[in-house]
């Protein structure tokens, strides 16, 4: 099912390789997330004086939305994101700062990137994006969900685009695929569209 | 576009095990809360509400599990199982389940913990629901902070109006649990009285654990006699800091503005407002900024925190029913733990048990992330 909104654009981070609407913009041999994300944010010539102290999903959803957002004009643009592992990468952190009485030291700065929409509140500072963040948990990349609640976002008016997508990170394994949904774009919004942008990055 | 109700509803507590038995307490001007000292959770005594794990047990054990479930599955089943027989809806391919919670089963990363890591992930604890039911889908897991149980009522009514279903169960709810207290308490939110919401003395938060659910329909037949209508919603984000509320209000009162436009009321049609309220410093100073420049200052306003807690996920669920209750029986519930306005802006802080005619409610939540939301529920005519 095809509505009347499409995919203005969209984007990729996954295995080492940036992509922005199917054309490669950045790729690193590096295996370890931090130092290929690091390089990939200076690359790209992204500033965010916080970069540095996020997590690795707000670092991951940060770059992915930027890829996006850098050159966008509309502010009235709602964020609905889904993953599979939520925040665990930084709930182990923290559990292990609470496990043992002997090392007992939790953290205000880990503490605070224990919920999956963080990341989502990080690219709201970012880009002056007063909008409603909605952030689901799916074991898997599901396109349905997604399509169906972008749709009444924008057709109960309480956005005129929105960034939606995947932003997942657990046990070093990342993957990013965010889309812009608008009235005017060259994609097609439909399950069958977005699951296929989805799978030929 | 077809009505949205809110409907058949209920809250597993300390109170008891339906909705009525916390409202009738609540009614009372009766906190939940007590202090408990336990280090399985933390070095300190901490002023909490938690469900008495035998109680639990023993409701649990008359839904005759063929597996070991969670402390969380528990209170989430036997709340929602109470909430799908009220409602006597059959759960064909017609009906959703949603799940709001912030954390879910993160107690099993606690390495004394019997159950294994893999049960922290969300979508495990959302199968362990459906299955446990029956519900033909998967269940849509919602995990967005403190707002996350007032966002999930907005999520169902969108659903329902795309079409994707005609019912959609809510069920939310969070522990109480080493992992977050900890938490809370590094940041030195935690109070160990019972909490004071926009009180001059006010010093913090209690954290509290609940089981709740509710159905959203488009059925205006075989409702619950306190049944509501969704007349607006909205959520903005504040755009200004991860863990510090706005300075400004901003995200709330944009909130406010937008639901109420979806609403088309004004604020001077609004009878009464179940905020957010925490107790801390800085979340009530914000309300008031927020609910002042939305013009109201003068409309009665209750937080429920001194009562249950914060219970996170469940928060806004509950409040929502509390809410639901307080229209149908024509009440404003007191503000537990006010005396005396602590805040910068005047608000019409309910320090009493009251009887009101009461048609619309406002409900309000905000989280961390930025992020807050505003409902809107007007009372179903008789």
């Keep these: 099912m095809a509505t009347r909104y499409h995919i203005e654009q969209y984007c990729r981070i996954t295995n080492g390789r940036i992509s922005k609407n199917g054309a490669l913009v950045f790729e690193s041999a590096e295996t370890e997330f931090s130092a290929f994300i690091k390089t990939a944010y200076k690359t790209l010539g992204i500033a965010y004086s916080k970069f540095f102290k996020m997590d690795s999903l707000s670092k991951l959803a940060l770059v992915a939305a930027d890829l996006l957002l850098v050159e966008e004009p509309e502010k009235n643009m709602a964020l609905v994101f889904s993953n599979n592992a939520s925040s665990l990468d930084t709930d182990r952190k923290h559990q292990q700062s609470i496990q043992d009485p002997d090392g007992y030291f939790p953290s205000p700065a880990v503490f605070v990137y224990t919920l999956p929409n963080i990341c989502m509140g990080e690219i709201s500072i970012k880009h002056r994006l007063f909008s409603e963040n909605s952030f689901f948990i799916n074991n898997r990349f599901l396109a349905d969900n997604l399509f169906d609640y972008t749709n009444s976002l924008l057709a109960m008016q309480k956005a005129e685009k929105v960034l939606c997508g995947w932003v997942d990170f657990d046990h070093g394994k990342y993957d990013a695929f965010l889309y812009v949904v608008a009235k005017n774009g060259t994609f097609t919004h439909s399950k069958e569209s977005i699951n296929q942008l989805y799978q030929t990055i | 576009m077809s009505e949205i109700y809110l409907s058949h509803n209920n809250v597993v507590s300390n109170y008891g095990f339906d909705s009525l038995a916390a409202v009738n307490e609540i009614k009372q001007e009766k906190s939940s809360l007590q202090l408990i000292d336990d280090s399985q959770i933390l070095s300190k005594p901490v002023c909490t509400s938690r469900m008495d794990t035998e109680k639990l047990k023993e409701a649990f054990a008359l839904l005759n599990p063929r597996e070991s479930y969670t402390r969380l599955e528990q209170l989430l089943i036997v709340s929602l199982e109470k909430t799908i027989k009220a409602s006597g809806v059959p759960l064909n391919e017609r009906v959703g389940l949603l799940i709001s919670t912030t954390k879910g089963n993160i107690d099993v990363l606690d390495t004394q913990n019997p159950f294994p890591e893999e049960r922290a992930y969300l979508t495990v604890l959302g199968d362990k629901i459906k299955d446990f039911f029956g519900f033909q889908h998967e269940a849509m897991v919602l995990s967005n902070a403190c707002v996350s149980g007032v966002l999930a009522i ?123 309220g925490t107790a801390t410093i800085f979340n009530d100073e914000m309300e008031a900024i927020a609910f002042n420049r939305a013009n109201l200052q003068a409309t009665p306003i209750n937080s429920l925190k001194g009562y249950f807690g914060h219970t996170l996920g469940a928060s806004g669920l509950i409040e929502t029913i509390v809410g639901m209750h307080s229209l149908h029986q024509n009440t404003l519930f007191c503000s537990k733990g006010f005396e005396e306005l602590g805040v910068s802006k005047p608000l ?35």
């Design chain 2, 154 to 276: 907005a999520v169902a009514k969108r659903f329902i109006q795309q079409g994707t279903y005609d019912h959609v169960f809510v069920v939310g709810g969070d522990l109480v649990t080493k992992f977050i207290l900890s938490g809370f308490n590094a940041f030195q939110a935690l109070s160990d009285a019972p909490c004071k919401p926009y009180d001059k003395d006010r010093v913090g938060i209690n954290i509290g654990e609940v089981g709740s659910s509710v159905l959203v329909t488009k059925n205006p037949n075989a409702l619950a006699k306190e049944s509501v209508v969704v007349l607006g919603e909205a959520s903005c984000n504040d755009a200004n800091h991860i863990s510090g509320p706005s300075r400004t209000g901003e995200g709330l009162f944009r909130s406010i503005e937008s639901a109420m436009k979806q609403a088309r009321i004004s604020a001077s049609e609004i009878d009464c407002i179940s905020a957010h």
């Design chain 2, 348 to 382: 019409n802080v309910i320090g009493k048990t009251t009887q009101k005619s009461l048609d619309i409610f406002l409900k309000t939540a905000s989280g961390f992330g930025g992020c807050n939301t505003a409902t809107i529920f007007k009372k179903v005519a008789s």
